[in-house]
Structure formats: structure tokens, C-alpha cells
T-cell receptor, first 114, second 109 residues
Framework: IAGITQAPTSQILAAGRRMTLRCTQD?????MYWYRQDLGLGLRLIHY???????GKGEVPDGYSVSRANTDDFPLTLASAVPSQTSVYFC?????????????FGSGTRLTVV | GQNIDQPTEMTATEGAIVQINCTYQ??????LFWYQQHAGEAPTFLSY??LDGLEEKGRFSSFLSRSKGYSYLLLKELQMKDSASYLC??????????WGAGTKLIIKP
């Protein structure tokens, strides 16, 4: 089934630990995105990639890094987790930046930093 | 600044019609999206408007007025499965989406 796979589904992480959230898509979409979703707030863009080999900072990039070595994979790394990074993280993709067919979202990773 | 406003919560009755409003302010504008998100799940794409007017897609319709910075999502013949959050998002001049906090729609029998 074409789509986006995120892993893990959920995680409890000790503060100060490093963690990578995985995201893989099989739709050959050029653009990929990482969002966090917190209660009462809209989805906030962390980082994005318009095409393989390029990345950009979104609205809330501090404490996070990404890489885009190939078209399919777009991992998000928390270098040293803090409790304020407790959130639900969604990876998304679109055929092209600014695509009007909408974004396809992964099922999310629920992260709790304690 | 960039901002999206939509009501936090709405309640409607099964079989009825409900309109969810959204107002936006963005740096440039490249279209307005609506997504549906069931509790604990990922958002799914419903509609995209870039020109003024009404776009109909089955039981769901979406309207845009660029001059007023306003959109609405109209849901007809409501079903219990329509209970979800509805997210409004505007695309700015950099082709990035600015998201509203979502409207939680509660459907009562």
C-alpha cells in the first residue's frame, strides 16, 4: 500500500537522550515535511525538504535536525531531548513543493520526554 | 504576522448540515486546504481552493473568498463518522502551509 511509514509509533524518552524518528515514503514524492502537533495548536512545521539533498528550517526547528539522502527517507533527530519536545510528530509528503493535491501524512509518532 | 482562525468546537445533529468557517491572514496566498483528522489518526486531505467560489465534492463542499480572506467547509447529510477535527490551512507565498488549530466537530444522534 502506497504511503508513508513512521516509526516508532510511540516512545517514552529520558531527557537528554538522542533519538531519531524514522519516515519512509514509497510514492516518489519530491517534498517531505516534519510537523509537531500539540493540543490547542495548529500543526507546526519543524523542517522540510523540497527534494532529495536539500533541507530547510520551518517554524520551530530548534533542537531538531533532518537529512534527506534519498527520495524515500526523511529522518528527524532530536539531539538532546527536553520535556517541551513531548508531542505527536507527523511526517508528510507531497508530489512537489506547493502541490495542490494535498499532503499525505504518516500515522504519527507519539513522543513523551520525561 | 500569519494567522488562521477557526472555531474550537462545533456540535451538530446526524442528518443535518454544518458549516465550519475559517479566516486567514498570510504573506501571499497560494490556496486554501481543508483536512479531516479523526482522533488519534493522521490528517487526510479533503479539498483545495485557489479561486473564489464553491467546490463541491459529494457531501462536502468548500468555499473561498480571497478578498475577504475567508473560507468555509460545508458538510451535508451528517453521519456519525463525520465526528472529527477539521483543519484549515492556507499556503503562503513560499508555498508553506499555515495551519489553524482545528475545529472539533461533534455529531449527536
Amino acid at each position: 500500500i502506497a504511503g508513508i511509514t513512521q516509526a516508532p509509533t510511540s516512545q517514552i524518552l529520558a531527557a537528554g537522550r538522542r533519538m531519531t524518528l524514522r519516515c519512509t515514503q514509497d510514492m516518489r514524492h519530491n517534498a517531505m515535511y516534519w510537523y509537531r502537533q500539540d493540543l490547542g495548536l495548529g500543526l507546526r512545521l519543524i523542517h522540510y525538504s523540497n527534494t532529495a539533498g536539500t533541507t530547510g528550517k520551518g517554524e520551530v526547528p530548534d533542537g531538531y535536525s533532518v537529512s534527506r539522502a534519498n527520495t524515500d527517507d526523511f529522518p528527524l533527530t532530536l539531539a538532546s531531548a527536553v520535556p517541551s519536545q513531548t508531542s505527536v510528530y507527523f511526517c508528510a509528503s507531497s508530489a512537489r513543493p506547493g502541490g495542490t493535491d494535498g499532503y499525505t501524512f504518516g500515522s504519527g509518532t507519539r513522543l513523551t520526554v520525561v | 504576522g500569519q494567522n488562521i482562525d477557526q472555531p474550537t468546537e462545533m456540535t451538530a445533529t446526524e442528518g443535518a448540515i454544518v458549516q465550519i468557517n475559517c479566516t486567514y491572514q498570510t504573506s501571499g496566498f497560494n490556496g486554501l486546504f481543508w483536512y479531516q483528522q479523526h482522533a488519534g489518526e493522521a490528517p487526510t486531505f479533503l479539498s483545495y481552493n485557489v479561486l473564489d467560489g464553491l467546490e463541491e465534492k459529494g457531501r462536502f463542499s468548500s468555499f473561498l473568498s480571497r478578498s475577504k480572506g475567508y473560507s468555509y467547509l460545508l458538510l451535508k447529510e451528517l453521519q456519525m463518522k463525520d465526528s472529527a477535527s477539521y483543519l484549515c490551512a492556507a499556503m503562503d507565498s513560499n508555498y508553506q502551509l499555515i495551519w489553524g488549530a482545528g475545529t472539533k466537530l461533534i455529531i449527536k444522534p
